[in-house]
């Protein structure tokens, strides 16, 4: 294993690929302008690392979502705090963002990449209402949200907008979060018809 490569480990949200090869990458370029990257991998060799990013039809790797620099900025330390809270109580050591590649366990990754699509063409001034409703739902519910949209409207690029991603964006940036029947109506009933299985039954491991 290369120094780099066990250096993206160490400093990684939780990601051990002994317990699961799948997991998403936070791409962070250098400056304070230019967008971030979010990817989704399922596959991990122990020399180069994860499986190359693409926006490509392919799953393993994928881009799911690019979000411009200020939007990274509102929701990145948010973030950083509520899976670092969920480490600590695994019983693992935290994370931090850093320039290049940010290593997220599968089930943070999912959560975050739910958060992104909810902002990522949602006025700036709304964002704060994304991370209160966000941090409204209990991980089960990001988990579906995240399971039906990415099935529905998941490249990261061709599907900006459109359906799932479109239906987060004014759930989670509108509609405050206060109760159950909130979390409920969040998803258009046209949305939860079409979706397989019970509302929130969380996704299989991977």
């Known amino acids: 294993m290369s120094g780099k490569i066990a250096t993206e480990l160490r ?11 799948h997991h998403f990458v936070v791409t962070i370029p250098r400056g304070s302008t230019a967008n971030i990257q ?12 994860s499986s190359v990013v693409s926006l490509g039809a392919q799953l393993d790797g994928q881009i799911r979502v690019v979000l411009a620099r200020a939007k990274w900025d509102a ?32 089930e943070l990754g999912k959560e975050l990449v739910l958060l992104a699509w909810a902002i990522e063409d949602a006025d700036p ?3 704060q209402n994304a991370v209160a409703n966000w941090n409204g739902l209990v991980p089960e519910e990001r988990w579906w949200l995240y399971t039906q949209t990415a099935a529905a409207t998941g ?3 061709n599907d900006r907008n459109k359906g799932w991603r479109k239906a987060l964006r004014y759930a989670l940036t509108e509609n405050p979060v206060t109760s159950r ?3 409920e109506a969040m998803v258009p009933e046209y949305f939860r018809q079409a979706a397989a299985g019970p509302l929130f039954k969380p996704p299989p491991e991977s």
């Open 75 to 106: 929701i990145a330390d948010e973030v950083r705090a509520e899976m670092n809270r969920r480490l600590r109580r695994m019983g693992r050591k935290t994370g931090s963002w850093r320039v290049g590649s940010n290593l997220v366990r599968r």
């Open 38 to 49: 979010i990817s989704e991998h399922f596959t991990w060799d122990p020399e180069v690392g």
């Open 125 to 127: 001034s709304l964002i």
């Open 11 to 21: 400093n990684s949200f939780g990601f051990d690929p002994d317990e699961s090869m």
């Open 155 to 157: 490249h990261g690029v």
């Open 181 to 183: 029947t909130d979390i």
